[in-house]
């Protein structure tokens, strides 16, 4: 493919806008820490909510969509519950007002609220800023590794040597086009800061909302003429004990693919996803993207709010996209050109349905905006991953050890040059990468085995300290970075000479030893919480009265009541998660709204229409109108006398 001067007009017009907004906003953001990690606060709910749906569509979670609807159809609506994606709505209802009424920069800051200030505190305050970089880091090179297979599938390298001064290896192709465009990332984020990227954000999600219309009208117009052959159930999103999907005399590979997926018993899987999304999304966001956008809300109920128009914003226009592109990969799959070389021959790389179908079904003057919508996602994920990471190496290590009193000049300075850092060692992972698929699993089943344990105790249980935060999430962290090893290395590595045993880790699906890091962190929160004493009473009393958690709080309202009688314990427990299963059903709504749409199943459509407006309207009365009552408002810390908490019975 050859792109036209219109395609590639477009996407140097984005390039240079993108970098011209982190100039423009450069000086507004060198004003101090607060500007530059969080917008000042500043940022209207609407505006950081399509930023955050932004940074969602990313490019390297759109080729894994593509994939899944490809091979799994409609069934696919609950594979993003790995994530969950359905942890928004677990914020959008109470998580997010939660967070929000702490008011400070980053979430390992947040630990001071709940934990004090004493050696479990800096131990939980050190581990989360550790998890929160690896965290960073294995989006970047996930974001990073997808960004290099989706350009390499759109512009073969062959129309780029020419213009290149050195040879480059075939293998090494992706990551040439990975650092160039990350080059782009850096440049904007590092200048702008959270500004910019809200910014870019905005201009991303506007070129993508033009793009997936138009992409799902042409799979519209084929469809209507075509016959989609796929196998019985495909158009269904029920399914029974097994998955249910033959592609027999169809396409065989796709069984193939399953079966390395691992989902053939699909209940199970399900099962696996429930039990592991729950966890997580009660857990609350990881130190990321998402919670920094969360924290740069102008107030408790805006975060709410910011976190519910991220699913409105987000789900419709990109599965318009997805399910565009994978209906036309379909209709002509035989014109995708998805062979791919590997160190066991030449075979189908289904990573590669995305960007091969862009080159066979996309024209002229839409590719250039696509490109740039696509490169956007990129950068807009790139970019907010890199800020928060940032954010915690200068807030919570740099300022917090080594220089509390830093100017405003020497904190930007000490910014730029991490994100350098950050950056190099991120595309150093990426460049070792296996695949996307590879490292979509183990970030949200094998790191996030070690994240949920431990934060979902900090929420709702009293008596969990520092101690017990800190253990739980070494406990955790430790086996998922071993377990994370083999799916880097090759088989005949000298490292399975040795340790023969983790080849069973290389394939094996990182949501199967969730569970046993679930285990090992819940043991690791329980020793470490009951070997040292509870946090100081007037920490606890200062954290449950500003956040109102509902949970296992007796002992600490208890004394909260004698010292304000008029105080109101959060009773919200019943109606938060009645609103968080109709808000699932809703988001759920969103999903299968445009698969329908563009797969021209109108009674499907209309049954969902029905659901999403259900669903909205008891939203509106259940918890909408209830957001000022609930959640406007922070208390007012109190002053506490001494006194012993941890000797008060539940």
Known sequence: MKLHAIDVAIVLGYLLTVSLIGVLVSRRASKNLNSYLLGGKELPWYLLGLSNASGMFDISGTIWLVTIMFIYGVKSVWLPWLWPTFNQIFLMIFLSAWLRRSNVTTGAQWIGTRFGAGRGAQLSHTVVVVFALISCLGFMAYGFVGLGKFIQGVVPWDVVAPYVPFDVPAQYVPHVYGIAFTIVAVFYTILGGMSSIVLADLVQYLIMTVSAVIIAGIAMHELATHALVVPAGWHSPFFGWTLGLDWTGIINEANDKIAGDQFSLFTIIMMLIL?????????????????????ATRSPREAALMSGF??????PVRYLMVVGFAVLALLYFQRLNLIAATDTGAQIDWERVLPSAINEFVPVGLLGCLLAGLLAAFLGTFAGTLNAAQAYIVNDLYLKYFRPHASDRQTAVISYTTGVVIVLVSVLLGVLAKDVNTLLQWIVSGLYGAYVTSNLLKWYWWRFNGHGYFWGMVAGLVPALIFALPSYLKAESVFFQYFPFMLFFKDLLPLYYFPALFALSLVGCIIGTYASAPADEQTLISFYRN???????????????????????????????????????????????PMYVVLLNWPAAAVVVLLVGATSWILKKSWYDRLDQEVAAAPVRPKVAGGGIGAVAD
């Open 547 to 593: 956040v109102r958690p509902w949970g296992f709080w007796g002992p600490v309202h208890k004394k909260v009541i004698a010292l304000d009688p008029g105080f109101r314990k959060n009773q919200g427990f019943g109606r938060d998660m009645f609103n968080v299963v109709i808000g699932t059903t809703w988001q759920t709504g969103l999903v299968l709204l």
């Open 310 to 315: 991220v699913s409105a914003v987000l789900f």
């Open 275 to 295: 039990f592991k999304g729950i966890g997580a999304s009660a857990a609350g966001p990881a130190p990321n993207y998402d919670m920094q956008k969360i924290l």
